[in-house]
């Protein structure tokens, strides 16, 4: 069917008391920005839902999307027809016919914002059941869990009808929770964090750091495009280049080989606070699980987590990896995670790093570097980039693409 609007209902916003009115206005800037590919659409927030008029966009498309939005609980496609009674009969008839399978029941719910009306709510629901009953055979009422509800508002500007209620994300408007840091590595674990991360509200700035000549461009691009798998989220996302090359040569270099990944993840953690307080973030997101791989035991969590007095918060952590995967699936990450560009995550990894690293011989070698040097040379180079949702960095075809996985 032609829907002309798309009736939104928000989750737990109705929980918010006060400050109900600031987590409606994120859902609209969050769903404004969401919806950036359709400029014809109109979105009003109202206290009660958000209203989508269409005017002749892709309704499928827009229900794509709007499915991603943090903070919507549901959603339905509606048609507007004039205040005509006749129109109202023949909308209400064609939709339950394009929904209806056999054996079905339907009930009929009216809500009215105008009062003056001729048929009130009780009048306008059996107008419509008797109609539906005579019009679609075999159909019967049922009002307690029919498998089609035909809603029916009656508004000063005409009558909406929909039939069906799509679940969106739910959640928490992303920004409702502030700003927090998510270290982005490129595989399987960060960006499902930071989904978990933005279901909560927070609005997430990715830091990715890279490695060239020893991480490939194409490590870069996989990055952003993971970046803008989570971008529907929220709208869009900052994503903050930090350049890591000099840093993981003066490492390797000048620390004990056992304690490379060490003291390297305490200065990506180093540079991931400072540019949190650059911008104001309230913590830092990781992908780290427990016991997945040697720098994520509690001992080098420890030993890492060390440099700074910042939150670091682990969605993930609890997770074991098929369950991890199975959000990366459902969030079309996965595919694109095990894509095999080296992050420098990879590069220069000692056979056999430290699963307990001690902390006072962790500081000591850390000292062997120029902590600070290497800290203002990467932070004056970082780049930041806006990323938006169906933005595509990686140019290979699909069956290229296929044939690395």
């Known amino acids: 069917m032609e829907y002309t609007e798309i009736m939104v209902r ?12 600031s987590f409606i206005d994120r859902l609209y800037s969050n769903t404004r920005k969401a919806l950036h590919r359709f400029p014809a659409l109109e979105i009003h927030a109202r206290r009660d839902r958000l209203h989508v008029v269409l005017h002749g966009e892709d309704s499928a498309a827009v229900m794509k999307r709007l499915g991603q939005v943090f903070g919507i609980q549901n959603f339905s496609p ?31 719910n009216t809500r009215r914002s105008d009062h003056n009306f001729e048929l009130d709510t009780n009048e306008m629901n059996a107008e419509l059941g008797g109609v539906i009953l005579d019009n679609v055979p075999g159909i019967t009422v049922r009002v307690h869990k029919p498998e089609i509800t035909l809603r029916v508002e009656v508004r000063l500007d ?8 799509i679940q969106g994300a739910g959640g928490l408007p992303v920004g409702t929770a502030g700003r927090g840091m998510l270290m982005l590595s490129g595989g399987i674990d960060s960006p499902v964090a930071g989904y978990l991360a933005m279901k909560r509200g927070v609005a997430i700035q990715m830091v990715h750091f890279f490695s060239p000549p020893y991480t490939s461009a194409k490590a870069l691009a996989k990055a952003k495009e993971l970046t803008s798998k989570l971008a529907p989220y929220a709208g869009s996302i900052q994503f903050i280049e930090v ?12 620390v004990p080989e056992g304690y490379l990944m060490t003291v390297q993840r305490r200065l990506m953690l180093r540079l991931t606070d400072k540019i949190r307080e650059q911008q104001r973030g309230l913590a830092i997101f990781n992908g780290e699980a427990l016991g997945q791989v040697a720098s994520q035991t509690m001992e080098s969590m420890v030993a890492i987590n060390d440099v700074t007095t910042t939150p670091i918060l682990r969605p993930v952590v609890s997770m074991d990896k098929n369950e991890i995967i199975k959000i990366a699936e459902e969030i079309d990450t996965f595919n694109l995670s095990i894509m095999p560009f080296e992050d420098c995550c990879t590069i220069f990894a000692p056979p056999a790093p430290k699963t307990r690293p001690n902390l006072e011989k962790t500081r000591a070698y850390e000292k062997f570097i120029d ?21 595509e960095f990686l140019s290979q075809d699909q069956t290229e693409i296929a044939s690395l996985l």
């Open 10 to 21: 928000y989750g737990e916003l109705s929980t918010k008391g006060k400050n109900r009115r």
């Open 243 to 254: 350049p890591f090359t000099h840093i993981q040569e003066e490492i390797k270099n000048k």
């Open 158 to 165: 005409g009558i909406y009808l929909s039939s069906r209620t």
């Open 371 to 391: 902590v600070e040097g290497l800290m203002a040379e990467a932070l004056a180079g970082i780049k930041m980039t806006e990323i938006k949702a169906d933005e």
């Open 78 to 108: 509606s048609i507007r027809v004039e205040r005509d009674m006749g129109q109202v009969r023949a909308t209400a008839i064609a939709m339950i016919k394009e929904q209806y399978q056999p054996g079905d029941a339907f009930k009929v």
